[in-house]
């Protein structure tokens, strides 16, 4: 597999009045195309802030973060939020759906900023059906199960066809049901569409399913599981 991430001694530092706070210290990795890979950690061992950085919505302070051998880590705030547009997709534990908005509208919603090719109301409908979730179209997320509401979450997260998605702890608020359903949809998206997943979780038997596993402490890779 061609690689599509390398950080490179990335360091993110936080100013606090007493002494600055390192959230990332002198962090290497590299992430291929089309990996599964998973990073796990203590509460406040950097895992948030790693996944935000990937996800071109905060800049480290040191070091640096290529994207398909682009540094992207140095650019202006509207090339970034191109780059988190067109080719990221985000899955969050808590959904990040809007309450007043229905099911298909909340899935669109990437594509109001998008520069690349709209898919169709058609392509649009067959993803829905994809996630489950035909029946459900012209419900609002209070109407939906969370399992139903994550699944909304990672058809919204496709919408755009992107190359990577982050997902933080994406299973963390399911039932045991809805972590299985949602688990099983994000391994297929990588083993049988090529979308590279990276993947924050808490949950040991989560982060046994994907191909790597990186652990972090005290803002530093402590070490890897292939």
Do not use: W
């Amino acid at each position: 597999m061609s690689q599509l991430i390398e950080i490179k001694h990335l360091t993110k530092v936080y100013p606090q009045a007493n002494e600055p706070l390192f959230a990332l210290k002198d962090v290497n990795l590299k992430v291929a195309k089309g990996e599964f890979l998973a990073v796990m950690g203590p509460s406040g061992s950097g895992k948030s802030t790693l996944l935000n950085i990937l996800g071109c919505l905060d800049r480290p302070s040191s070091g640096s973060y290529f994207l398909a051998q682009e540094e992207v880590s140095r650019k202006s705030e509207k090339e970034l939020a191109r780059i988190r547009n067109e080719k990221i997709g985000f899955i969050f534990q808590n959904f990040n759906l809007l309450p007043r908005y229905k099911l298909f509208d909340n899935v669109i919603l990437p594509l109001i900023y998008s520069r690349k090719r709209r898919p169709s109301k058609k392509e649009i409908l067959q993803l829905i059906e994809k996630m489950g979730l035909k029946e459900r179209i012209n419900h609002r997320p209070s109407q939906l199960s969370g399992g139903e509401q994550q699944r909304v979450a990672i058809a919204r997260a496709l919408v755009n066809h992107p190359e990577i998605i982050l997902a933080d702890e994406p299973t963390g608020n399911l039932d045991e049901k809805s972590e299985r359903e949602v688990m099983a949809i994000l391994k297929q998206l990588n083993q049988k569409e090529g979308v590279t997943l990276i993947l924050v979780t808490h949950d040991p038997k989560i982060a046994q399913q994907a191909q790597r596993i990186v652990y972090l402490e005290n803002g530093r890779i402590k070490n890897e599981v292939p």
